[in-house]
């Protein structure tokens, strides 16, 4: 069974930037739909970015332009980079791996595989 492990975030100021890092073990992420999901204090686990195993790039339009999603196969690790960042932008950031098919990729009733979470903070 694959295990996801989160690392990355913290305290930020708006405006400011954070790479949180997925590192795999356990199996490889090469044939997964790698994901973020958030999810806010009082708020659903929502969709935030998508990397499909077919190259595939998805987004949330709330995040879209600011945020990018990218794999090392190398390192087994997934990244997302986050820029601009503001304080909604606050929640806890889980990892998420799946091989269904990718018009689920945005689900998060599909994922197969959850990371424990990194919290995300932005001060305003």
């Known amino acids: 069974q694959m295990q996801l492990v989160e690392s990355g975030g913290g305290l930020v100021q708006a405006g400011g930037s954070l790479r949180l890092s997925c590192a795999a073990s356990g199996g490889y992420i090469e044939p997964y739909h790698m994901s973020w999901f958030r999810q806010a204090p009082g708020k659903e686990r929502e969709f935030v970015a998508a990397?499909?195993?077919?190259?595939?790039?998805y987004y949330d339009y709330s995040v879209k332009g600011r945020f990018d999603i990218s794999r090392d196969l190398a390192k087994n690790t997934v990244y997302l980079e986050m820029n601009t960042l503001k304080p909604e932008d606050t929640a806890v950031y889980y990892c998420?791996?799946?091989?269904?098919?990718?018009?689920?990729?945005?689900?998060?009733?599909?994922?197969?595989?959850w990371g424990q979470g990194t919290q995300v903070t932005v001060s305003s």
């Open positions: 990397h499909s195993s077919l190259g595939g790039y």
């Open positions: 998420a791996a799946e091989t269904g098919p990718v018009r689920n990729i945005r689900d998060p009733g599909t994922v197969g595989v």
